[in-house]
Antibody
């Protein structure tokens, strides 16, 4: 079955760039929307942004100025880069697939990765 | 935008039924039938349990059901089992700056 796996450094220094990759295994990245979602300690989940397999993106306005989401269809991966991080960016970061494909899309996520904790600290 | 409001914790005994609420506004839960629920066991990926308020994905037990009244959605688990002990999150489409808003999560304890 299709699985998602986040990877990247678990510790990032303040003002540096947080970089994560989500690898899609067991299926194709094509025809889907792929999201990043995060959960700071003790707080609710927050949608970060999504990318369509063709490269179209939609970002959370609160993060837009620091955020880049990209896709590499040849590697079946999509990535997150968040620049100029602070302690407020400390969170568990999840990658997730929006339900639906090829013209119909639901407003929910049918597949998630296990998440990876990223701590911003010097 | 504000997060959806869920109780921090609920508990129940095996065999009992419990309900987890998820309260939003007319801009999200109350305005659209796009509420979803996710189950997460420690160290595991969140799992979709309910979508579009009351629909169950294939493979999800029919002990899980969803409903909505006004600005509040609910997840009901009947015939509680030990394996149901987990965190549960609700989410909704929202007419706001981002497409999705989430709840803070509810920890279900099976006594």
């Amino acid at each position: 079955q299709v699985q998602l796996q986040e990877s990247g450094p678990g510790l990032v220094k303040p003002s540096e760039t947080l970089s994560l990759t989500c690898t899609v295994s067991g299926g194709s990245i094509s025809s889907y929307y792929w999201s990043w979602i995060r959960q700071p300690p003790g707080k609710e989940l927050e949608w970060i942004g999504y990318i369509y397999y063709s490269g179209t993106t939609n970002y959370n306005p609160s993060l837009m100025s620091r955020l880049t989401i990209s896709v590499d269809t040849s590697k079946n991966q999509f990535s997150l880069k968040l620049s100029d991080v602070t302690a407020a960016d400390t969170a568990v970061y999840y990658c997730a697939r929006r339900a639906g494909s090829s013209g119909w899309y639901g407003w929910y996520f049918d597949l998630w990765g296990r998440g990876t904790l990223v701590t911003v600290s010097s | 935008q504000s997060a959806l409001t869920q109780p921090a914790s609920v508990s129940g005994s095996p065999g009992q039924s419990i309900t987890i609420s998820c309260t939003g506004t007319t801009s999200d839960v109350g305005g659209y039938n796009y509420v979803s629920w996710y189950q997460q066991h420690p160290g595991k990926a969140p799992k979709l349990m309910i979508y579009d308020v009351s629909n169950r994905p294939s493979g999800v037990s029919n002990r899980f059901s969803g409903s909505k009244s006004g600005n509040t959605a609910s997840l009901t688990i009947s015939g509680l089992q030990a394996e149901d002990e987990a965190d549960y999150y609700c989410s909704s489409y929202t007419l706001s700056t981002t497409p999705w808003v989430f709840g803070g999560g509810t920890k279900l304890t099976v006594l």
